[in-house]
């Protein structure tokens, strides 16, 4: 049998760094567009209702999506990182404990919110902004997506990484697009063909519930057949890593996680803030909350090749190599990001409308997405610098720059803008506390950068 691993390790190891970058990143952009537009596939299906309070009810599930994420991350990127750093120390057999360790784990985890969500659905969905109105199609949508779907789309995730981080790009990316393909294509037939209508939102939450049972059952296969020639694991005899290890992956994976919530608090502060504003400006900040995304899954998409770099070539002791990977990757993230500024401004309304029809919801929201778009190049430094400290193992650098991020400029700013300006305020606050983060960050990884260099 070829030994795939080997060659993983050149990559890692021996790969001019642009070309290194973009075998690792160019499987996680495509992967994460893919994700992007069947994210976004159910809006746009949804608004082909013309119904804002369809919109909305669906737009509401984005935090409590995030609250997914923030399981994956805590198992997939603190397991993953981890994973990338001891194949970087030559420690595989400790590798193969940790994935078979954290993939349990996100079992149980997963399980727990789902039936977490499951009890307490109603008042979760009130809490985050959901209004009488909007109640009935956010709980539809809530139980085939979270309630029922919950494991396998954690799931999914987690294993997604451990791919990703052992080298196996194109593998992971091919996982989460063709998962992403196969709701696009279920999206209208369970909404449109199977559904009656006014049940559109449980047709949409069905399809996605589907693809993301596909998209799992993938995962399990590639890795159940990668057991025998690389150092993933899905053996419970693999179930017990040393201590130590476990300890690596809540310190990287808890900041990791509560990163997410933050990130995932600041939207339920957005759509309840929103909320008071009526449910076309609700409905509006939604779908621009969906549409603002592609620059920012480009960017997912090049963190996620920069941090098995980076965690690999800091573990061996190649900071050389490493300063190389975090310079080239946030060069690039910089630049895509100025380009999308410039395409947002351009074509605002015409994204609307490609998801509703309503007037006035297109007229908010074309002014919102001009508005939040011109923070996307400060928001993937602010980003991209927290992953990168995430891929080397300190966590509470990525946890300090993440809260700070939200805790001390993000959400103060959004009810004293809110307070000041109204709904315009709310849009505009991304900017400001991204200008303001982008400067603390590049502090800090200078003075981490000038600490390698000494030793």
């Avoid at 799992?216 to 020639?229: H, P, R, T």
Wanted: hydrophobic share 55%.
């Amino acid at each position: 049998m070829k030994d795939t691993h080997k060659d993983n390790r050149e990559i890692f190891e021996l790969w001019p760094v642009p070309r290194a970058l973009f075998e690792l990143s160019l499987p996680m952009i495509f992967g994460q567009l893919i994700i992007l537009i069947y994210s976004l596939a159910d809006t746009f299906y949804i608004g082909r209702t013309n119904n804002p309070l369809m919109v909305a009810g669906v737009s509401l599930l984005l935090p409590v999506f995030n609250i997914s994420i923030s399981f994956a991350n805590l198992f997939g990127i603190g397991g993953g990182t981890l994973i990338s750093r001891l194949m970087g120390a030559g420690r595989d057999d400790e590798a193969k404990k940790v994935s078979a360790f954290c993939f349990y784990m996100t079992i149980i985890a997963a399980g727990l919110f789902s039936l977490t969500m499951f009890i307490f659905m109603e008042p979760a969905l009130r809490l985050f902004g959901a209004s009488d109105d909007t109640l009935i199609f956010a709980k539809q949508y809530t139980l085939c997506v979270i309630v029922i779907g919950a494991i396998p789309t954690i799931l999914s995730m987690t294993l997604s990484n451990f791919l990703r981080s052992t080298g196996y790009a194109k593998k992971s990316g091919f996982g989460m697009s063709m998962g992403g393909i196969i709701n696009i294509i279920l999206d209208p037939i369970f909404m449109f063909v199977l559904m009656p209508s006014g049940y559109e939102v449980i047709g949409a939450g069905i399809a996605t519930m589907l693809s993301n049972v596909i998209t799992c059952s993938y995962f399990l296969i590639v890795i159940y057949k990668l057991q025998g020639a690389g150092i993933l694991s899905l053996s419970i005899k693999n179930i017990r890593p040393p201590r130590k290890n476990i300890y690596s992956v809540f310190s990287v994976g808890v900041p990791a996680a509560i990163a997410v919530f933050l990130f995932d608090l600041t939207y339920i502060i957005i759509d309840r803030l929103a909320a008071g504003h009526g449910d076309i400006p609700l409905a509006a900040v939604g779908i621009v909350l969906k549409a603002e995304r592609l620059p920012l899954n480009i960017g997912i998409g090049l963190c996620m090749g920069m941090m098995p770099l980076a965690a690999y070539n800091y573990s061996s002791g190649n900071f050389a190599r490493m300063h190389e990977v975090v310079n080239y990757s946030r060069k690039v993230g910089i630049i895509l990001g100025f380009l999308s500024v410039i395409l947002y401004e351009i074509f605002a309304p015409y994204i609307m409308r490609i998801f509703i029809a309503d007037a006035l919801t297109v007229e908010l929201g074309t002014d919102f997405l001009r508005a939040r778009s011109l923070a996307t190049p400060f928001m993937f430094i602010c980003f991209h610098l927290v992953n990168f400290f995430q891929a080397v193992g300190y966590g509470d650098k990525a946890l300090g720059l993440g809260a700070a991020r939200w805790v001390v400029f993000n959400i103060p700013l959004l009810f004293i803008m809110n307070y000041i300006f109204g709904m315009y305020g709310i849009v505009w606050t991304q900017v400001l506390a991204d200008v303001l983060m982008t400067i603390v960050s590049i502090i800090v990884y200078k003075k981490f950068e000038a600490s390698i260099k000494i030793c």
